[in-house]
């Protein structure tokens, strides 16, 4: 059994972790880590990495998170939150 100190390390262990991972807040869909409109510049560059030139699985993901971000933020135009989430995609990468 751990005491209330080595829970508190792991914990904050945890948090720092945490940081610098660009993911969206909810319902928000800013940045957790930047607070920019998600995806911000960094989570751009991490998701055209991390796809390595598969646009369309890019495209599939990015329409996930479209599909949330149209639930989550009813008060804001549809053509804001697709432009927001799907037209930073290059055509060619
Ligand atoms: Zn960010």
């Known amino acids: 059994m751990i005491g209330p100190q080595e829970r508190w390390y792991r914990f904050a262990a945890r948090r720092r972790r945490r940081t ?3 993911v969206p807040a909810h319902p928000s869909y800013r940045c ?3 607070g920019d409109a998600w995806p911000c510049p960094q989570a751009r560059l ?3 990495i991390g796809f390595q030139g598969d646009r369309v699985g ?6 996930a998170h479209l599909a949330r971000a149209l639930e989550e933020l009813p ?3 549809p053509a ?3 432009g927001q989430i799907l037209h930073w995609v290059p055509r060619r990468y």
Do not use: F, N, Q, S
């Open 20 to 22: 610098g991972v660009h």
């Open 75 to 77: 008060e804001t135009h």
């Open 46 to 48: 991490c998701l055209l």
């Open 58 to 63: 890019l495209m599939v993901y990015l329409a």
């Open 80 to 82: 804001l939150i697709a």
């Open 32 to 34: 957790r880590d930047c």
